[in-house]
């Protein structure tokens, strides 16, 4: 199959421009950049999650199973369908996502991978529903893969891992990653809302070390605006 480049590379660039305006406020109901299907450990089907989606009225999102796409191509198929049939409507952009883990500093942590190119040979192996291992499961490899592919690599929930983001944003940065989920409930609130203390504290290293800051529920239930 051939690689449409040309398309992977607007879809990044329309990306960077929105990652440059996120804030606490833009998700759940504007952007949404972390969500599971039943392709992973969700409980959501894709045609599901993207009713919702369009519900809500987000205006862009990316699903992001672990290890897999099949969720993303499900959506996305679903989504060029209700184009057709809702012509005059305002449609959600749908970037493709995945969740992949990843060692840094000998912690496990999570590579959200977005505007990728799903058939890029470099990224294939990571798409194969399970953890790799050796050198693909160290941090700079993975953070390559998604980047050869066309996409941008972000480090998932960077305050829930069992080594301090103080300690795990700059050594991403020093790995190549693009951008951190600034804005994420660690404590899982019902409605959804951004850990004040949290956010904050990684929005002052996404700063400080030029990266983006992204946005997400994180959603594995049956609702895109909780993620439990």
């Known amino acids: 199959m051939a690689v449409n480049f040309a398309?992977?590379?607007?879809?990044?660039?329309?990306?960077?421009?929105?990652?440059?305006?996120?804030?606490?406020?833009?998700?759940?109901?504007?952007?949404?950049?972390?969500?599971?299907?039943?392709h992973s450990d969700g409980r959501l089907q894709p045609a599901a999650l993207m009713e919702q989606a369009i519900a809500i009225g987000l205006q862009g999102f990316a699903i992001t199973d672990h290890h897999s796409v099949n969720g993303y191509q499900a959506a996305k198929s679903w989504l060029e369908d209700w184009k057709w049939k809702n012509s005059s409507a305002n449609a959600p952009y749908l970037w493709s996502g995945v969740e992949i883990n990843a060692?840094?500093?000998n912690v496990e942590v999570h590579i959200l991978g977005y505007a990728f190119e799903p058939e890029h040979p470099s990224i294939k192996n990571y798409l194969n529903s399970k953890i790799v291992t050796d050198k693909d499961y160290q941090i700079a490899n993975v953070i390559a893969a998604i980047q050869n592919a066309g996409g941008?690599?972000?480090?998932?929930?960077?305050?829930?891992?069992?080594?301090?983001?103080?300690?795990?944003?700059?050594?991403?940065?020093?790995?190549?990653?693009?951008?951190?989920?600034?804005f994420y409930a660690?404590?899982?609130?019902?409605?959804?809302?951004?850990?004040?203390?949290?956010?904050?504290?990684?929005?002052?290293?996404?700063?400080?070390?030029?990266?983006?800051?992204?946005?997400?529920?994180?959603?594995?239930?049956?609702?895109?605006l909780q993620r439990l």
């Open 186 to 224: 660690y404590n899982n609130p019902n409605p959804w809302r951004a850990s004040v203390l949290e956010s904050k504290q990684v929005q002052q290293l996404a700063n400080e070390f030029n990266l983006y800051s992204t946005c997400g529920t994180d959603t594995h239930g049956l609702s895109l």
């Open 7 to 38: 398309r992977t590379s607007a879809s990044r660039e329309l990306l960077k421009e929105v990652f440059q305006n996120i804030d606490a406020q833009s998700c759940p109901r504007c952007f949404n950049f972390h969500m599971h299907t039943v």
């Open 103 to 105: 060692n840094l500093l």
């Open 152 to 182: 941008l690599a972000v480090l998932a929930h960077p305050a829930r891992y069992k080594r301090s983001h103080f300690d795990l944003i700059p050594a991403a940065a020093s790995a190549g990653i693009d951008g951190v989920e600034t």
